[in-house]
């Protein structure tokens, strides 16, 4: 294998013939470029042969579960990456068109060592990109996506005899069946189904009425180009649909998904969007019922209350508070054995006895509607307004090119725990610990906290805040911040306002 031209321009013979890869495409648990503009079809070759040499490499099976998303290229660059895999020797096992979690499920149902699924998750159109893994129920973290980058910048993927094509059929079949089981709803539920016309419209309403739930559709026909917005529940454009098609139609509540499954977002029966990560609040509340002493894992970007809700302590729960990015929660929660794992950005990683620890959007839906059977009398803003009452802000990212975000958000961290140590404050709060697992969490002296960390699939920084106190104290904390990232000229605009 050569090493990728990076010279290369559309347009041009090479461009159909030599790999064109930009590093920066190399994220720190998936793989995602702007297509064609900074990968072109042989460098997903090229990709696709990496990742099979990094199978030979790791002494992993050479056999491996395929998929793609609901977008008009995904197809072409899933052939091109299963023709580098069959190059590297790989057994490839075609699943056809999925959900991730389809994906991540075909794993243990074909019992296949190894997964590759092609799909840019919540980005827009114009991207392209892989989730891979090799030990389910987790995919790639930094060391295996710095080993993939490696052998595929620097031309290392050998090409082996052995390769083969298998199309396997009834996959998603199985995992619908997997996910109803023997569960109907003994209460009366209509729910918004909201799928922003991405991949999870070939799912999610089929699922709901299997499980006995009366379905609003929004967005349901799948069309690649996502005609109304894009498919991502944690943008308030898709929340606000959400909310006025709840109060439209009367629903239950409303469960809107991503363009690659993986990802659930909730707005209640008043058209209250509830965060990802309260909403995880109300989950660990009710699970703790079944299962105390359970420990749920929070990403860096969550409510503070999985440490402080006074339900989930009366109920022994321990709380885990770890990196943001679907790799590294589905890592801590494998390694720490806990029984859930929730993130703001809406993947919910639920283990066994529930789910097997991987992130799928579909699986929380049954849960939510699991949950609101053994609560026949609440109501999605019943169950929302018991939770301690915080103020939140939804996850705001500043532009940020990749080739400067992380020494960027480096200085920023360094600002941020000198100001600490010189005894400074954030919305007029004394600054009292700063986590540094994942970028700078600044906890402040009343609970309050806010979080600047870099963005591992796009070219931002993230910034999200709360408090228990106000709003006013919330936009205070966040004006304190955001003054400290204005520090930084190569830090641009948000992407949306609150």
């Not at 129920?137 to 490696?150: A, F, N, Q, V, Y």
């Not at 993927?157 to 079949?173: C, K």
């Amino acid at each position: 294998m050569t090493k990728p031209n990076p010279t290369v321009t559309q347009n041009t013979w090479e461009f159909l013939r030599d790999a064109m890869i930009t590093p920066t495409g190399f994220r720190e648990y998936d793989a995602r470029w702007k297509y064609p503009d900074e990968i072109n079809l042989p460098g997903i070759t090229a990709l696709g042969l990496g990742l099979g040499t990094q199978m030979f490499r790791r002494g992993i099976k050479p056999e491996i579960a395929v998929a793609n998303d609901y977008r008009d290229y995904s197809l072409s660059i899933k052939n091109a990456l299963m023709l580098g895999l069959m190059q590297a020797g790989i057994a490839v096992r075609d699943i056809g068109p999925a959900i991730s979690p389809m994906a991540y499920f075909a794993q243990f149902h074909l019992d296949a060592p190894a997964v590759a699924m092609v799909t840019a998750s919540h980005n827009p159109n114009g991207w392209t990109g892989v989730k891979m893994g090799f030990e389910r129920p987790l995919t790639h973290g930094p060391d295996e996506m710095d080993e993939l980058r490696d052998i595929v910048l620097n031309g290392l993927g050998e090409p082996r005899a052995g390769g083969s094509y298998e199309y396997v059929d009834g996959v998603r079949e199985a995992y619908l069946d997997d996910l109803v089981g023997d569960f109907k709803m003994s209460r009366p539920l209509k729910v918004v189904c909201a799928t922003g016309n991405g991949t999870a419209s070939a799912f999610a309403p089929e699922l709901f009425e299997r499980i006995g739930v009366e379905v609003v559709p929004s967005h349901n026909e799948l069309d690649y180009t996502f005609p109304h917005y894009n498919p991502n529940p944690e943008a308030m454009e898709m929340l606000h649909d959400m909310s006025a098609s709840v109060k439209a139609s009367g629903a239950d509540f409303a469960l809107g998904f991503d363009g690659d499954g993986d990802r659930c977002g909730v707005v209640d029966n008043e058209g209250e969007e509830i965060f990802a990560d309260k909403v995880g609040v109300i989950m660990a509340r009710d699970l703790a019922k079944i299962y105390p002493g359970s420990t749920f894992v929070a990403d860096v970007k969550s409510t503070g209350l999985y440490a402080s809700d006074p339900e989930l302590l009366k109920y022994d729960i321990k709380a885990d508070y770890w990196k943001t990015g679907h790799s590294h929660m589905k890592r801590r929660v494998k390694e720490i054995g806990a029984l859930a794992g929730f993130e703001k950005s809406g993947h919910y990683f639920l283990a066994e006895p529930i789910g097997r620890g991987y992130d799928c959007a579909m699986r929380v839906a049954v849960e939510i509607c699991k949950l609101m059977d053994r609560n026949p009398d609440k109501s999605m803003a019943d169950l929302r307004r018991a939770l301690p009452k915080t103020w939140s802000m939804p996850t705001m990212s500043p532009y940020c090119a990749d080739t400067e975000k992380y020494a960027v958000l480096e200085r920023l961290v360094a600002k941020l725990v000198k100001l600490a140590d010189d005894g400074g404050t954030l919305g007029g709060r004394k600054i009292t610990q700063v986590v540094t697992v994942n970028g700078a969490r600044m906890i402040l002296d009343n609970g309050a906290w806010g979080l600047v960390r870099a963005s591992s699939n796009t070219p931002n920084l993230v910034v999200v805040c709360e408090s228990p106190e106000s709003e006013a104290e919330l936009r205070a904390i966040f004006a304190d911040i955001d003054a400290i990232i204005r520090t930084e000229p190569l830090v641009g605009d948000y992407d949306q306002t609150f």
